[in-house]
T-cell receptor, first 113, second 108 residues
Framework: GAVVSQHPSRVICKSGTSVKIECRSL??????MFWYRQFPKQSLMLMAT?????????EQGVEKDKFLINHASLTLSTLTVTSAHPEDSSFYIC?????????FGPGTRLTVL | GENVEQHPSTLSVQEGDSAVIKCTYS??????FPWYKQELGKRPQLIID?????GEKKDQRIAVTLNKTAKHFSLHITETQPEDSAVYFC???????FGKGTRLSVIA
């Protein structure tokens, strides 16, 4: 089956620093990847759609200058949380599309102190 | 964009009973409707999906029904077991927009 990996699985950082999260499709090429955020006891909220070779499309209310997305290859998308603050602490999950289905990475738990 | 409503938010059933979770969607162009099970701290796991050209799909104890006219689809779990306890999400594309989730508790 289609496998999506994410790195790191957990990260703790100080307020004001930047954190990069990588999402890789391991056995298929993904022209489109998605980034979600999930706060405790809540649903997955779509943050942005990442398109290989072009700019990401952000959902309403998501700051594109704070959440930088780069999709430079068909198997890798990165999300950089810039100037992280405690309210950015969350579970970040990427997803890669293959035909109709979306395959999810294992998630990255970000804690900002 | 797509809007997905899911009910109920919590559901408790006795072991062996059936559980039903319902979702409605807004975008009539949506043609793929997956259901996910998520355990604490883990990624969502696809448990069943249905495409718009069929009205029902079954996989052992799990079934999904779709009513495109009414724009709603439902998850049915029969003969529930304690290991079915988790949070379940419906979703509709594109891209996948999730319902708020249903916390299912199966009481032994």
């Amino acid at each position: 089956g289609a496998v999506v990996s994410q790195h790191p699985s957990r990260v703790i950082c100080k307020s004001g620093t930047s954190v990069k999260i990588e999402c890789r499709s391991l056995d298929f090429q993904a022209t489109t990847m998605f980034w979600y955020r999930q706060f405790p006891k809540q649903s997955l909220m779509l943050m942005a759609t990442s398109n290989e070779g072009s700019k990401a499309t952000y959902e309403q209310g998501v700051e594109k200058d704070k959440f930088l997305i780069n999709h430079a290859s068909l198997t890798l998308s990165t999300l950089t949380v810039t100037s992280a603050h405690p309210e950015d602490s969350s579970f970040y999950i990427c997803s890669a599309r293959l035909v109709h289905e979306q395959f999810f990475g294992p998630g990255t738990r970000l804690t900002v102190l | 964009g797509e809007n997905v409503e899911q009910h109920p938010s919590t559901l408790s059933v006795q072991e062996g009973d059936s559980a039903v979770i319902k979702c409605t969607y807004s975008d009539s162009a949506s043609n793929y409707f997956p259901w996910y099970k998520q355990e604490l701290g883990k990624r969502p796991q696809l448990i069943i999906d249905i495409r718009s050209n069929v009205g029902e799909k079954k996989d052992q104890r799990i079934a999904v029904t779709l009513n495109k006219t009414a724009k709603h689809f439902s998850l049915h779990i029969t003969e529930t077991q304690p290991e079915d306890s988790a949070v379940y999400f419906c979703a509709a594309p594109p891209p996948l927009v999730f319902g708020k989730g249903t916390r299912l508790s199966v009481i032994a």
